[in-house]
């Protein structure tokens, strides 16, 4: 397959502003057929070959498929990675004269999947702080608020709060205790300017990990709805583990506090580094004793937080147009 290797085009400085402004930016057909169908295709090879990790994030939802680090065993989205207009677009974003791939994210809601995204922020999940970060959503199908479509509280990043990281399956064990509930924002809408977009094949959502965003579950009848999310750091980015914050099961060098370096994290920008690119010829998965290890480490959190006198205020209003429904729901 062909596909063009510099960028579509530059931010605009309007764009730049907006992005700064509101913690989130829409861009109408900004990503080349060329590179959606590359990275349609590396989707659906993901779809068919879930991690064991992706098996287990996926497993409490009819018709919800999620997997992370997707580029590490799917060429497509590596090349996407590698060579797409998307590293560019980070680097004026985050202002960062060096640019690392953080990871990738698919999600996928089949017609009528009952998976609302509680409303969060992303960076409560990471093991990563810093300011120059930025994430990417690609969606490979038409999107409404119906179809699951992503909303955004706009400003949000600006509120100096960090909210408890809230997963589409309220996994207790990343829960950091000292950060604020996440308001209902459904229950109180008018409090809140909410923003989100129609959107078709080759546009793309631009946000910052601050950004207060969620979605419906799909309600449409007949459309899928299939979004890759693309992850990137800058130069002020440092590597802060816990155990409350997702687990990266790929080799690296990061020592904590200090920048991101290695494999896991490839530099694409001003140029990858040899040694990165080389180990990731082949395909990569992560061990079997690391996953052990990280769910071993998720229960004992998980057992901690149940044995608290307080309980935990999770539930958000996530009724539909379609039905009134509410998470989570398990099978
Ligand atoms: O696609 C979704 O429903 C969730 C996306 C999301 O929260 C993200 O990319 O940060």
Request: charged share 25%.
């Given at each position: 397959?062909?596909?063009?290797?510099?960028?579509?085009?530059?931010?605009?400085?309007?764009?730049?502003?907006?992005?700064?402004?509101?913690?989130?930016?829409?861009?109408?057909?900004?990503?080349?057929?060329?590179?959606?169908?590359?990275?349609?295709?590396?989707?659906?090879?993901?779809?068919?070959?879930?991690?064991?990790?992706?098996?287990?994030?996926?497993?409490?939802?009819?018709?919800?498929?999620?997997?992370?680090?997707?580029?590490?065993?799917?060429?497509?989205?590596?090349?996407?990675?590698?060579?797409?207009?998307?590293?560019?677009?980070?680097?004026?974003?985050?202002?960062?004269?060096?640019?690392?791939?953080?990871?990738?994210?698919?999600?996928?809601?089949?017609?009528?999947?009952?998976?609302?995204?509680?409303?969060?922020?992303?960076?409560?999940?990471?093991?990563?702080?810093?300011?120059?970060?930025?994430?990417?959503?690609?969606?490979?199908?038409?999107?409404?608020?119906?179809?699951?479509?992503?909303?955004?509280?706009?400003?949000?990043?600006?509120?100096?709060?960090?909210?408890?990281?809230?997963?589409?399956?309220?996994?207790?064990?990343?829960?950091?205790e000292r950060m604020d509930d996440v308001p209902d924002i459904n229950a109180?809408?008018?409090?809140?300017?909410?923003?989100?977009?129609?959107?078709?094949?080759?546009?793309?959502?631009?946000?910052?990990?601050?950004?207060?965003?969620?979605?419906?579950?799909?309600?449409?009848?007949?459309?899928?709805?299939?979004?890759?999310?693309?992850?990137?750091?800058?130069?002020?980015?440092?590597?802060?583990?816990?155990?409350?914050?997702?687990?990266?099961?790929?080799?690296?060098?990061?020592?904590v506090g200090g920048e991101l370096r290695g494999a896991a994290f490839p530099?694409?920008?001003?140029?990858?580094?040899?040694?990165?690119?080389?180990?990731?010829?082949?395909?990569?998965?992560?061990?079997?004793?690391?996953?052990?290890?990280?769910?071993?480490?998720?229960?004992?959190?998980?057992?901690?937080?149940?044995?608290?006198?307080?309980?935990?205020?999770?539930?958000?209003?996530?009724?539909?147009?379609?039905?009134?429904?509410?998470?989570?729901?398990?099978?």
């Amino acid at each position: 397959m062909s596909f063009a290797v510099t960028p579509a085009r530059p931010l605009t400085a309007e764009e730049i502003l907006r992005y700064r402004d509101d913690g989130v930016l829409m861009i109408k057909g900004a990503v080349a057929p060329s590179w959606l169908r590359l990275i349609e295709t590396g989707v659906e090879k993901a779809r068919g070959g879930l991690s064991l990790q992706g098996r287990f994030m996926s497993r409490k939802t009819r018709g919800y498929q999620m997997d992370t680090f997707l580029w590490k065993r799917v060429d497509e989205i590596r090349d996407a990675v590698y060579y797409g207009p998307f590293a560019y677009w980070a680097q004026q974003l985050m202002g960062s004269e060096q640019v690392r791939f953080f990871y990738d994210q698919m999600f996928v809601k089949e017609p009528g999947a009952n998976a609302p995204t509680p409303w969060h922020q992303d960076l409560s999940f990471w093991p990563i702080r810093g300011e120059q970060i930025t994430s990417f959503w690609i969606p490979v199908d038409p999107v409404t608020r119906e179809s699951s479509g992503l909303m955004y509280v706009k400003g949000s990043h600006k509120w100096n709060r960090q909210f408890k990281a809230i997963s589409p399956d309220y996994v207790a064990a990343i829960i950091d205790e000292r950060m604020d509930d996440v308001p209902d924002i459904n229950a109180h809408p008018e409090r809140y300017e909410l923003l989100d977009w129609e959107m078709s094949p080759g546009d793309i959502l631009m946000f910052h990990p601050l950004t207060l965003h969620g979605s419906y579950g799909n309600s449409h009848r007949t459309r899928r709805r299939r979004a890759l999310a693309l992850r990137w750091t800058g130069d002020d980015v440092v590597w802060a583990p816990s155990a409350k914050r997702m687990p990266v099961h790929y080799s690296h060098q990061s020592a904590v506090g200090g920048e991101l370096r290695g494999a896991a994290f490839p530099r694409i920008l001003p140029e990858p580094i040899a040694a990165e690119r080389a180990a990731r010829r082949a395909p990569e998965t992560p061990s079997r004793l690391q996953l052990l290890h990280s769910g071993w480490t998720n229960l004992l959190a998980a057992a901690r937080l149940k044995l608290r006198s307080q309980p935990l205020r999770l539930q958000q209003t996530w009724a539909t147009p379609a039905a009134n429904l509410t998470v989570p729901e398990k099978r």
